[in-house]
């Protein structure tokens, strides 16, 4: 019998994640804040209104929210599902957070006798709805492996870095700075080629199609190189605060990060200047821009 | 019959090149400033002492040089080729040089009714002798046709930026400044992941397999990753005074570039160090991981 699966957090990302596990045959609870969120769904799941009551029979309680205090809300608080878990259910923690929140809730499962994986994924909401993310796995090698399927349902691949919890979310913020450095990178080489006469297009497409032929050079080069910033896929405040969690971990262990600082500075300008809700795409490429006068 | 080619410039990139052409068929002249470069070619071709002996019956001469002043050596100095060239040859400029000795070279050669066409490559000296280089143009429209055949011995693409001689210089910059961009993205998030403390050559293969999978990132990567920065495949000096280019073509457009700046500063401290002949990779990634101590 497949496991009882509670999903936490339907944003953009979290609602193609839930329908991917509906699909496969899974039995569903869902909790949204926003309980609207679910009506995209479609399909046999269960929407319950308190995380107490979508948690209290599940075997696997996957959470896929926006940051840390969100998860800690719905994991550690007053209300939240820690206190009533299953002796052995499994909370597969999917968020962009910290590693210090991932290593907490270790613990703190660990005495609950629960258990805690990390689990960050990368891709777009597209991504996330045709089951095409990547995803990073940290924790306790058993459970890793009793959760592999449904990692396997949501993913185009899971990659292992091991036993410490925090891991995983190193690597997901270290990649989520190198999204935002590859942004800088494309956004000054071509701002510089079109003030140099040249059609910043054609420029990205030919990198895009030769030394810099990656999914993050194509999709995003396509967009800085067109300046296309709309529809919103992922908002600058929470670039932000991915690049303020990369900068927290390279002070806890002393490693000076200028590109890192450049990104971190780039993006609260954007927030200062109230675009903290448009795209991270346009704190970065805009904020190039402006800086040239263009 | 086939044009007669004199290929000036036989570096780690050129040999691979010139071997190319000679295997292709082309009836070849070359001209080195150490001449016991050329010991490394095999097949049919003719060896000169000076420039202007090995130019002279030439319908083709391509110039694949370290710099601007190397290139207007052989170009427009006393001892030069430009006073000797037949009507009508054509002059392939592939170096990495400025858009402004392009359009310079350009306006010299049209007085002289003669033709030069801007050439520059993407590759390492390996994509070189495996004629797997992307290979970026600009110039007079016909004079690129009739030279298409020869670059395509040499390349896997050949990619056009139109009439304006320096796009293409403009192109290979901004493209080389991408790569160090990539390399310092690279060095911080593989350094960050380190002293955090993951096992760097597993994050670097994740990125090369997954969102980064482009050959910039596997292959610059690996060597990151490993801080293996033997053989030298291309020399801090030449990184930096390609960072010193594409810095005086932002400086001509007032285009404020901090990225480029970061980068242009990681490779003149490596040039103060000492390690001007060591690989850029290495006064990059070397540069990253003496700030944080390891």
Redo the contacts between chains.
């Keep these: 019998m497949k496991s009882r699966i509670t999903f936490i957090g339907l944003g953009n990302m979290g609602i193609g994640m839930a329908q991917n596990l509906i699909n496969a045959g899974y039995k569903i609870n869902v909790y949204n804040r926003t309980a609207a969120k679910t009506q995209e769904l479609t399909g046999d799941f269960e929407q319950f209104q308190t995380v107490i009551e979508a948690t209290e029979d599940a075997d696997i309680i996957i959470t896929m929210l926006s940051d840390d205090d969100a998860l800690k809300e719905v994991a550690t608080s007053k209300t939240g599902f820690l206190q009533i878990m299953k002796k052995d259910a499994i909370h597969i923690g999917m968020s962009t957070i910290s590693?210090e929140t991932s290593r907490e809730l270790y613990e703190l499962h660990h005495e609950k006798e629960t258990h805690y994986v990390t689990a960050p994924v990368?891709g777009r909401p597209n991504a996330a709805a045709t089951a095409k993310l990547?995803i990073?796995t940290s924790g306790n090698k058993l459970i890793k492996e009793k959760i592999k399927p449904i990692l396997e349902v949501l993913s185009q691949?899971v990659?292992d870095?091991?036993e410490?919890p925090?891991?995983a979310n190193?690597?997901k913020l270290?990649?989520n700075?190198?999204?935002m450095?590859?942004m800088?990178?494309?956004a000054?080489?071509?701002?510089?080629?079109e003030?140099?006469?040249?059609d910043r297009e054609?420029?990205a497409e030919?990198?895009g199609?030769?030394?810099?032929?990656?999914?993050?050079?194509k999709n995003y080069g396509s967009l800085i190189a067109k300046k296309q910033y709309k529809p919103v896929g992922f908002k600058a405040k929470l670039g932000f605060k991915d690049a303020r969690l990369?900068t927290k971990?390279?002070l806890d262990?002393?490693?000076?990060?200028?590109?890192?600082s450049?990104v971190y500075n780039r993006l609260m300008s954007a927030l200062a200047n109230g675009k903290g809700d448009n795209d991270w795409v346009e704190g970065i490429s805009g904020g190039?821009s402006n800086?040239?006068?263009i």
């Design positions: 590693p990368f990547f990073c691949g990659y870095f091991g410490e925090g891991a190193v690597v270290a990649g700075f190198m999204i450095a590859s800088e990178t494309m000054e080489a071509f701002t510089l080629a003030k140099q006469g040249l054609k420029v030919f990198f199609e030769t030394v810099f032929n990656a999914p993050i050079y990369a971990m390279a262990v002393k490693m000076p990060a200028p590109l890192l450049l190039v800086d040239a006068g």
